[in-house]
């Protein structure tokens, strides 16, 4: 089964940036879409960026375009979130998953990951 892992989380000051994770523990990624979710204790899960199998395609949030970037290496099955300008809004526990249907922004996710907490101070 597909058992992804999302290092790179942390804390870091508001303007910061991190660079989050996400590889398959059992079996290469390379062929699927995939995508990011960020969640904060009540309230929705939010889509927060998706990239297609190849990398030609990338698709975000509104409230993150600009300063968030999806990219992949498909030599190391690992898909990537690099995170600048972070804003205190930005906390919240983020996944990474394998999108099954649909547009990459409206579609359907599983799989997910165990998620990584990334904190954002003032």
């Known amino acids: 089964q597909v058992q992804l892992v999302e290092p790179g989380g942390g804390l870091v000051q508001a303007g910061g940036s991190l660079r989050l994770s996400c590889a398959d523990s059992?079996?290469?990624?390379?062929?699927?879409?995939m995508g990011w979710f960020r969640q904060i204790p009540g309230k929705e899960r939010e889509f927060v960026a998706g990239i297609s199998w190849s990398g030609g395609t990338t698709a975000y949030g509104d409230s993150v375009k600009g300063r968030f970037t999806i990219s992949r290496d498909n030599t190391k099955n690992t898909v990537y979130l690099q995170m600048n300008s972070l804003k205190p809004e930005d906390t919240a526990t983020y996944y990474c998953?394998?999108?099954?249907?649909?547009?990459?922004?409206?579609?359907?996710?599983?799989?997910w990951g165990q998620g990584t907490q990334v904190t954002v101070s003032s």
């Open positions: 998953a394998v999108h099954l249907a649909g547009g990459l922004d409206k579609g359907r996710y599983g799989y």
């Open positions: 059992g079996r290469t990624i390379n062929d699927y879409n």
